[in-house]
Antibody, heavy 122, light 110 residues
């Protein structure tokens, strides 16, 4: 059974940093691209960042480019999102999501975690 | 990276059919067959209901169908049921090698 478990969310002050993790199980992690998608309270879904199966290619939404860094450790089956220079508008539930096909691109499929809440506030 | 355009809300009575549109550009919806649709109930993670424009994942009711014409994709739900009341989001791959979501549509079953 595919499982994605996010962690690392919490309350952080504006300008601060936070690192999210997503522990994956139930599939060959190293064969799938992964993404982070967020949802601000009461708002819609926003794709944040994606990474290829090998980790060699990374992609970002303009809203986070230069502040967030996506990475993965295929030996630990874990996806990360390093978030720096956080702003109030980054407040959201952050979901990790599995790519739809093996060795495919970042197109997200049907497996998402339950999300971790990041609150940026003083 | 502008969000895809969806109507904010749609409604229908049980048994009726409704269609939700998702309008983008030739750089996203119009340029690729990687359009997906997600259903989200309050407090839950999104659920994939359509992928690659018109394909249904295993276990998703055949009351859900997808299509695309030019830069606009559409989700049709036939035989509306109370449990279909939820938020619906479209998603597309883009020419910038990124993904973009629609703003979401709230479906109300009257």
């Amino acid at each position: 059974e595919v499982q994605l478990l996010e962690s690392g969310g919490g309350l952080v002050q504006p300008g601060g940093s936070l690192r999210l993790s997503c522990a994956a199980s139930g599939f060959t992690f190293s064969s799938y691209a992964m993404s982070w998608v967020r949802q601000a309270p009461g708002k819609g879904l926003e794709w944040v960042s994606g990474i290829s199966d090998s980790g060699g290619s990374t992609y970002y939404a303009d809203s986070v480019k230069g502040r967030f860094t996506i990475s993965r450790d295929n030996s630990k089956n874990t996806l990360y999102l390093q978030m720096n220079s956080l702003r109030a508008e980054d407040t959201a539930v952050y979901y990790c999501a599995k790519g739809r096909t093996p060795r495919g691109g970042i197109v997200v499929g049907g497996y998402w975690g339950q999300g971790t809440l990041v609150t940026v506030s003083s | 990276q502008s969000a895809l355009t969806q109507p904010a809300s749609v409604s229908g009575s049980p048994g009726q059919s409704i269609t939700i549109s998702c309008t983008g550009t030739s750089s996203d919806v119009g340029g690729y067959s990687y359009v997906s649709w997600y259903q989200q109930h309050p407090g839950k993670a999104p659920k994939l209901i359509i992928y690659d424009v018109s394909n249904r994942p295993s276990g998703v009711s055949n009351r859900f169908s997808g299509s695309k014409s030019g830069n606009t994709a559409s989700l049709t739900i036939s035989g509306l049921q109370a449990e279909d009341e939820a938020d619906y989001y479209c998603n597309s791959y883009t020419s910038s090698s990124t993904l973009v979501f629609g703003g979401g549509t709230k479906l109300t079953v009257l």
